[in-house]
């Protein structure tokens, strides 16, 4: 049996377990009712016959509460059952959840310049066949404003987001400022604090250790 079998088997007899003690102490308070009663009746009548009437009544509460207990352990049992793909599937994915938690910064994006769509396309495609990121995104006609040789300038650039592994990206870089035109490349990354689990999961099957 599995870990959730377990778990629901461990549910339903905790739940059996506390209807049963619930419905034993029922029983026992209204005996102890009636034998309390017929106590005080049998006073008032000398305790004549009181025994015999007390002993019967006890047997009737108790048969009463027994069927009760049948009852009560019947409809959790049968509740558990009707639950049971319900119980699973939370199982699994609490199960899920826990064993595949990202570790902060196990991942990066980076972030690449080039003058063209054409250059951008080309970078993507090596990187991606080399294992060094799992998916770049390219986004056409952005606006750089920089300095460069005392001068302001003014670009037409195209901006690559790179996302891979973070021990890849030394690699990532060395591959940049080797296949890039120019003559010093942009190449910044920051680590990956938290995203949607199954695409960090993805990314890092894609790009291995």
Known sequence: MDQDGLMITQFIIESILIQSSLASASAAHS?????GNTEVGGARKGREGAPSQTAARCRQVMAGERTGIIWAAGLTLLTAVLMLPVFR???LRTFSMASEAY????HSAAFVTCPNEQVAKDLARGLVEKKLAACVNIVPKITSVYEW???IEEDSE???????????V?????YIRSNHPYEVAEVISLPIDQGN???LK???EVVPE
Not at 31 to 35: A, F, I, K, N, Q
Not at 158 to 168: A, D, F, G, N, V
């Open 89 to 91: 599937l939370v199982g």
């Open 31 to 35: 005996v102890m009712t009636l034998y």
């Open 103 to 106: 570790v902060s910064g196990n």
């Open 158 to 168: 195209t901006l690559m987001m790179i996302k891979t592994r973070t021990s890849k």
């Open 202 to 204: 993805w990314l890092g």
């Open 170 to 174: 030394s690699a990532l870089a060395e």
């Open 149 to 151: 040789n005392g001068k």
């Open 197 to 199: 689990p199954p695409y």
